[in-house]
């Protein structure tokens, strides 16, 4: 029994030791781990997730997730004025060994910041400003400043290909690896936008004259129809009266004309009234003859 007990004793005793001697560490998404051993850095490179730690080891995490930061530049260009735009790069350490990681960490050792946890962290900008800050604006204003200001806005594309082709040939090398290059934000000189201000407003001035003489035009257009229209209309009333008249012209003859006279002369005397004197004149032998409507000799 007393042996019983004296086992159980340095079992526990055993238990504690291990629990004091190795605890876990994690490694969170986004980072890798390696450990430094009183002897030096580890070469197993540790993924996200629990990993122990044994004695006076302790836990080294560098980030491989992407970063990405902005510059703000200001180039002079070849027409000596002063442009402004953003520089976005987005890069991340090219990690596939644990001697890559040995080698970020034997260089960069100096800036890993230890918790209260014990376990140390490269931060991200550390990397960046030594090995992609410098390059990315070096770059990037030597490319720039071969262009005229008004010369940027049509070769943008062009411009952020070579920053990124270059950039990227740059980083070969160096633990980082480019992932994408973009520029934004471009800032003229007040003398340009003036200068393209005022094309634009001569631009809609031309064109509000344009659309105002195609108006007119319309409307001048519209005009001449019309008058075409008319012209036509007029020929064919012209003609219609034209044509009415020779024919009333051929039916007035001088029998016709008479037996109209003594027509109207009749209806006259029809409507006079008793008493009523009617005087006709007129000249030559076609004279009516006076009628007395009175009733006496």
């Known amino acids: 029994m007393e042996k019983i007990k004296t086992i159980l004793k340095l079992s526990f005793v055993l238990v504690v030791c291990f629990i004091m001697i190795g605890c876990t560490k994690e490694v ?11 002897s030096g850095l580890d070469n197993e490179v540790l993924m996200p997730g629990r990993h122990t730690c044994w ?41 596939n060994t644990g001697k890559d990681l040995k080698q970020i960490l034997m260089l960069q050792g100096a800036y890993i910041k230890y918790g209260k946890s014990g376990v140390g962290m490269l931060p991200y900008d550390v990397l960046y400003k030594t090995y992609v800050k410098p390059a ?104 219609a009266e034209a044509a009415y008249m020779k024919i009333l012209g051929d039916a007035l003859t001088d029998k016709y004309l008479r037996l109209k006279e003594i027509e109207a002369r009749k209806l006259l005397y029809e409507k006079a009234a008793k008493g009523d004197k009617i005087i006709v004149t007129g000249g030559g032998n076609g004279i009516t003859p006076l009628v007395n409507t009175s009733g006496g000799k």
């Open 136 to 239: 990315a604006r070096s770059i990037a204003r030597t490319v720039v400043s071969k262009y005229e200001t008004t010369q940027i806005r049509d070769n943008r594309e062009a411009i952020t290909k070579t920053i990124r082709d270059r950039l990227k040939k740059a980083l070969e090398g160096t633990p980082m690896e480019l992932r994408m290059v973009a520029t934004s934000n471009f800032d003229y000189p007040k003398v340009i936008t003036d200068a393209v201000e005022k094309k634009r407003k001569k631009e809609i001035e031309i064109q509000e004259e344009k659309a105002r003489q195609a108006m007119e035009l319309l409307r001048a257009e519209n005009r001449l129809k019309i008058a075409q229209k008319m012209k036509i209309v007029r020929v064919a009333e012209a003609e």
């Open 55 to 95: 004695g006076r080891d302790r836990m080294i995490l560098v980030p491989v997730n992407d970063y990405i930061s902005t510059e703000r530049l200001s180039v002079l260009c070849k027409d000596d004025l002063n442009f402004k735009f953003d520089l976005k790069v987005r890069v991340r350490p090219r990690i």
């Open 28 to 38: 969170p998404p986004g980072w890798v781990g390696i450990r430094m051993q009183p």
